[in-house]
């Protein structure tokens, strides 16, 4: 039974780390069953969100310098989403106040939630970095990875080859972490494909209950493409590298190289 508690107690850590990217998808639950008074339901979702930061900063739940970060994805998320449905790539058809060139403030929340998801796990778990790539490295492919969501309608996508070259980077990297006590590790850039699956399904989730809607969901809903998972798999890189990063610069000093590892994955 040791092993099987064990990843009961790390589903339980992964389910606290997510709490706020579960209050949004109840918050979109609740707005599409319920026509709730006074505001449109994106202003609602708003507030939600807002209030729901507030409370995790308050009740210690969060610090304020993973508040800082998850202010930096907010923004970074809200310029993506400005531009994307400018381009045409998806679209929020309801209507609301707090709504800036047809893009409600709400869904800048939606990747600060990943955000606190990575802050969240990464404290719980105490997580640990194995021979993490240099500074510049790492700036420049996180640069590179974002930019490519910009300039792939203008020039051609190069998604997979920013791929390819993740996996030259972080061959090597590894992420560890505690469980009830226990060291376990994995290659880093498995990390990110489960969490880009992950956020796949979680992006089903939310265009279902109407967060967003695709060129091909107008009519009716429809599973999202598998091929979205790429797209979370870069962002999802692109959060990880930030933390990270900053993590790295508030420490002030190099990621430990070789830490102890007591169980292998």
């Not at 409600?104 to 719980?124: D, E, H, I, K």
Request: hydrophobic share 55%; with cysteine; aromatic share 18%.
């Amino acid at each position: 039974m040791g092993p099987l508690k064990q990843l009961i107690r790390f589903g339980w850590e992964q389910a606290l780390s997510c709490l706020f990217p579960v209050v949004i998808f109840a918050s979109l639950a609740l707005t599409k069953i319920l026509s709730l008074p006074f505001l449109a339901r994106y202003d609602w979702l708003l507030i939600i969100c807002v209030l729901m930061q507030w409370w995790m900063v308050r009740s210690g739940l969060e610090t304020r310098d993973e508040l800082k970060v998850i202010t930096l994805f907010h923004l970074i998320g809200l310029t993506l989403e400005l531009f994307k449905v400018h381009m045409g790539s998806w679209a929020y058809p309801g209507d609301g106040f707090f709504k800036v060139y047809g893009v409600p403030l709400y869904s800048g929340f939606m990747y600060a939630s990943v955000a606190s998801y990575l802050c969240q796990a990464w404290r719980r778990l105490n997580v640990e970095l194995v021979k993490w790539p240099p500074f510049l490295v790492v700036v420049s492919l996180a640069s590179m990875i974002y930019l490519n969501f910009f300039t792939h309608h203008y020039w051609m996508d190069v998604r997979w080859w920013l791929s390819g070259l993740v996996l030259v980077v972080f061959w090597k990297s590894w992420v560890t972490y505690d469980v009830n006590g226990t060291r376990y590790r994995m290659p880093l850039a498995l990390s990110f494909v489960l969490i880009g699956f992950f956020i796949w399904i979680a992006e089903n989730i939310a265009t279902f209950f109407g967060a967003w809607q695709y060129p091909n969901q107008a009519g009716a809903w429809s599973l999202v493409h598998l091929g979205k998972v790429s797209s979370w798999l870069l962002l999802v890189i692109v959060s990880f590298l930030i933390v990270a990063t900053l993590k790295q610069v508030k420490e002030k000093s190099p990621l430990d190289p070789n830490p102890a590892v007591k169980t292998s994955l």
